[in-house]
């Protein structure tokens, strides 16, 4: 099994699964590589260090003197905080993108809006107009609206958000 680091153009780090790497470029070739937060499919490998289980770890407590002073260096370096690097933001990484943890909470957070709304798609301005006027029911719902159907919601004193929703978020995890 191959583990590889990957991004997308809009600078989003995810990791894909492969059975080899010519698994990951046939599906690529296919555009079946997308990535979680934004659907883009144009993916490129990054670099990443290979995970080697050499043998057991040391038991906790049976530290040599050498290796203590360079646990208690390790340490500070861990409990310094979130990395600022990019735009100093603790939600960055290096180059603006947002960090994986900002990545996973929005995917989440899609996840959620998608479990608890009713689709409605391409109805959603004519939906959201009878549950205005009291025609139907109130309910959470999500669809699509072009900008100007959009606008006229607004402007009739109906609250929308508009909010692209990843693909990830409406597929389940494998």
Do not use: Y
């Not at 690529?28 to 993916?43: E, F, M, S």
């Not at 409990?79 to 603006?96: D, K, L, W």
């Not at 692209?164 to 389940?172: D, F, Q, S, T, V």
């Amino acid at each position: 099994m191959k583990v590889l680091d990957l991004q997308c153009r809009g600078g989003h780090v995810f990791e894909g699964w492969f059975a080899s790497e010519d698994d990951f470029q046939h599906q690529k070739q296919r555009g079946l590589v997308q990535c979680p937060l934004c659907a883009d499919a144009h993916i490129e490998k990054r670099l990443s260090a290979p995970r080697l289980n050499l043998g057991a770890r040391e038991p906790a407590g049976a530290s040599s003197s050498s290796s203590s002073s360079s646990s208690s260096s390790s340490a500070s370096a861990v409990s310094s905080g979130p990395s600022t690097e990019g735009n100093g933001h603790p939600m960055e990484v290096a180059g603006g993108a947002p960090s994986p943890a900002l990545q996973a909470a929005w995917l989440a957070l899609a996840r959620k809006i998608m479990a608890s709304t009713e689709d409605v798609g391409e109805r959603f301005a004519q939906e959201a107009r009878r549950m205005h006027h009291g025609e139907q029911p109130e309910r959470p719902i999500r669809g699509q609206a072009t900008p100007h159907e959009t606008l006229e919601l607004l402007e009739e004193g109906i609250a929308v958000l508009p909010l692209p929703l990843p693909a990830a978020a409406k597929e389940p995890l494998q």
